[in-house]
Each structure stands twice: as C-alpha cells, then as structure tokens.
T-cell receptor
Framework: GQQVMQIPQYQHVQEGEDFTTYCNSSTTLSNIQWYKQRPGGHPVFLIQLVKSGEVKKQKRLTFQFGEAKKNSSLHITATQTTDVGTYFCAGLQNRDDKIIFGKGTRLHILP | DVKVTQSSRYLVKRTGEKVFLECVQDMDHENMFWYRQDPGLGLRLIYFSYDVKMKEKGDIPEGYSVSREKKERFSLILESASTNQTSMYLC????????????FGDGTRLSIL
C-alpha cells in the first residue's frame, strides 16, 4: 500500500550537534507537512512544503522538499535540549488526497 | 488559538465494554480525524470526517465506529473493547480541504483490561 517511510526511527545526538530526519514516499506527494511531538504531548504542526525543490527555514530548522516531490528532510543545526521529541512528516498523496503520516523520528539529546 | 478537547486524558475499561471517546473543537473546522498512536507504529488513521454526518474509513477502522452529529464534535466508539485496542487515541481537526494543517488534542490513553 501507499507508505511514507521515515528514517531514522531513533537518533541520539550530543547537544550542539546537527540532526536530520528523512521522509520518502513511494508516490508523488501534493505537499508535505512536518509536526513535532514533545514527550507526553501531542503533535504540533511546524510547516508545510508545496513546491518542488522548496526550502524553508525556521530559525535552526531547515525543511526541504525534493525535486520529484517524493522525499523531504528536516535538518536541525546545533541541537538544543528543547529540540527533544518525535518529528513526524505527513504527505498528501496526489492520487487519493489522503494524508499519510510517517512513523516519526525520536530525537534524544545528550547533555 | 484552536482548541481540540478530548473528554478524558486517561481511561480504563474492561474487555467487551462499549467505549465512547469524545472530541470537541472550537474553531468551526470542517475536518476531524481519529488516530491511534502506538510505539514504533506512529500515527495510524482510524476514521475521518469532512462534514457533519459524513465519515470515511481510515487505515485501521476494524473494531471502531464514529459519529459526527454536530460539526464541532466527533466521537469514536469501540463497539466491544478488546485488549489490542489499548493505546493512545488522538483526535485532530483542520479547516476544509485536504491540505490544511491538523490541530491535535492532548490524547486519551485507553487501557482495556
């Protein structure tokens, strides 16, 4: 079936190091959304990418949408303890207008 | 700010019981969703609704039903609860259209004994 694969599942980084999570779809996406879920919290919308090759920045976070609109990435520069949580991508499938969530990447920061 | 309120934060029920999970949003959103979240499996869509009295099956609808009698309220029903339905249940809402950001409630952690 249609899937949005997200890797890695877990990532441990030293505070100050960079972090990247990747999202790959088997089909072309209309857009992709990114969410963050803090431990014990609920997913919170971060950003949406729509255009092929689009790059957006939010402070230390950089979001990219691939040229073929089948993959995306979230990169965090110089991680801080406040970045701890699980990051989800969610792709809107072209063919049936359904949003599919990736399984998420859990980020743990070592002090 | 959008507020999505789930009726219970924690719930414990017994096998075979009929369980109701309620969700209310206060921003006049057309779309509402029910997910369950399990470790290693991410968010899985159970049911969604794009309008009052309208419902669509998600990826894992078996064992569940939903009701949307009013625009602001979307209820998830476990017809006969089973232990494999122990999970975190998340409700979300969004504006009309398929590409709008979703706003989530705090979740209900349901345990079926």
């Amino acid at each position: 079936g249609q899937q949005v694969m997200q890797i890695p599942q877990y990532q441990h980084v030293q505070e100050g190091e960079d972090f990247t999570t990747y999202c790959n779809s088997s089909t072309t996406l209309s857009n992709i959304q990114w969410y963050k879920q803090r431990p014990g919290g609920h997913p919170v919308f971060l950003i949406q990418l729509v255009k092929s090759g689009e790059v957006k920045k939010q402070k230390r976070l950089t979001f990219q949408f691939g040229e073929a609109k089948k993959n995306s990435s979230l990169h965090i520069t110089a991680t801080q303890t406040t970045d701890v949580g699980t990051y989800f991508c969610a792709g809107l499938q072209n063919r049936d207008d359904k949003i599919i969530f990736g399984k998420g990447t859990r980020l743990h920061i070592l002090p | 700010d959008v507020k999505v309120t789930q009726s219970s934060r924690y719930l414990v029920k017994r096998t075979g019981e009929k369980v109701f999970l309620e969700c209310v949003q206060d921003m006049d959103h057309e779309n509402m969703f029910w997910y369950r979240q399990d470790p290693g499996l991410g968010l899985r869509l159970i049911y969604f609704s794009y309008d009052v009295k309208m419902k669509e099956k998600g990826d894992i609808p078996e064992g569940y039903s939903v009701s949307r009698e009013k625009k602001e309220r979307f209820s998830l029903i476990l017809e006969s609860a089973s232990t494999n339905q122990t999970s975190m249940y998340l409700c979300a809402s969004s504006l009309g259209g398929s590409s709008q950001p979703q706003h989530f409630g705090d979740g209900t952690r349901l345990s079926i004994l």
